[in-house]
Every structure is written in C-alpha cells, then in structure tokens.
C-alpha cells in the first residue's frame, strides 16, 4: 500500500533438513491467479492511526521461481480522490530462489529479523534462519508461506501524487484459510505498518495481467 510520503521523517517438527526432493512451499489453492483478498492496512502518523481498506489480486504466481505479482488497491486514501492502484511483484522465500535475507531495498539481516520474528509462525524456524538464512528448511509441508511484496508502479494515479512505494511488505501467508498479514518496511516511514487480508469469495475474474503490466 502506497503511504504518504509526508511521513518520512507453527510446530517445527512440521520442518526437517533440506533434502534432495522438493522442499519449496506447497501449492495452494488460495494462492493462485485470480484470488482476491481485503482487509486493511494501518497507517500510523504522527497525529492519529487510521487504516486504510485494501483490496489485492493475484496476477500471477509461480511457485518455481518463487515469483508471483499482483495488484493493491486502497479505497480510502485521504488525499487521493479515487482508489490508488499499484502493481507490486513478490519473492517466495523457498531456500531455492530467496531466503529470508533480504539483501537490497535497504534492508539489512538486522532488519529482516526484526521483521520476520513478528509473525508467530516464523517462531520455529528462527534458529535455522539465524544460521544460514534458511537455506537448509524445507518448507513443503509447512501451513504458511513466508514472502516480500514491492510495489512497482502507480497503475492510476502519477508519481508526484503525494504518496510514495520506496517500501516493501514482509508477508506471512495462511495456507489453511488464506489470510494474509505483513508488515511494511521503508526507512523514511512509520515502522510496522501493518497489513491484514483476507481471501474473499468473488470470482477469479482478475485484472488484465496486460493492461497491469508490469514490482
């Protein structure tokens, strides 16, 4: 969710070692193109909290590469006078194709810590990631799904609309049920902004990946 650029100022034995078969996150029907998902994101500043309500589609994903795209709406952002629409790619954290080591958009291992150890899902897989990122998980059978979201462009609105994506979402994903809550993290914004989603029963319908395309 893009913010105001005013503001700048479960069970480990579900983990074993990695292991010569596949070890990247299950597929999951709730992560797939077409779901969508609501919810809100809380925008602290200054002089009050508010959240903004939020709407997101899954573009596209595959679990692979660890890569997967979509769009974030936010309905009622004060200075905007219609919905502002982003379009945002993700990284898949799998120990194949990224860890939980960030390593760019100006965060560092400290950082990505800090982060992560907010979801209580990462809780058991702490040591491990410590020691080497990750790298030795296997994440194929565990509940959720660890990512990062960057906003890559303004789909409706210009660059110079008050509002900035420098930032990323450090995203924890429920297999289970489909919700979804992150964190976003930009060095010139409040800390901890937090985003809560959850999958909603419309059809897949979509966006146009085209019309969207291409963080």
């Excluded at 595959?62 to 997967?68: E, N, R, S, T, V």
């Excluded at 410590?130 to 789909?155: A, C, H, T």
Aim: with cysteine.
């Amino acid at each position: 969710m893009p913010v105001r650029v005013a503001e700048a100022s479960a069970a480990s034995s579900q983990l074993s070692g990695a292991s010569s078969g596949n070890t990247i996150p299950p597929a999951c029907s709730l992560l797939s193109v077409g779901q969508a998902f609501s919810g809100t994101q809380n925008v602290s500043s200054l002089q009050k909290d508010e959240a903004w309500r939020v709407n997101v589609r899954i573009q596209g994903c595959d679990l692979q590469h660890g890569y997967l795209c979509g769009t974030m709406e936010a309905l009622n952002v004060p200075m905007a006078d219609t919905p502002v629409v982003t379009f945002w790619e993700g990284e898949i954290v799998d120990t194949k194709n990224y860890t939980f080591f960030t390593g760019k958009w100006e965060a560092t291992t400290e950082v990505d810590i800090r982060h992560w150890t907010k979801f209580a899902s990462f809780s058991p897989l702490m040591s491990q990631v410590e020691n080497d990122g990750g790298k030795s998980l296997d994440f194929s059978n565990y509940p959720y799904i660890f990512m990062r979201w960057k906003e890559q462009y303004f789909v409706n609105v210009g660059p110079d609309c008050g509002l900035t994506i420098a930032g990323f979402y450090y995203v924890c994903f429920s297999c289970s049920d489909g919700s979804i809550s992150g964190f976003y993290y930009d060095p010139n914004s409040s800390p901890f902004q937090k985003l809560e989603l959850k999958s909603t029963n419309e059809g897949r319908c979509g966006f146009s990946f085209s019309s969207y395309e291409l963080q």
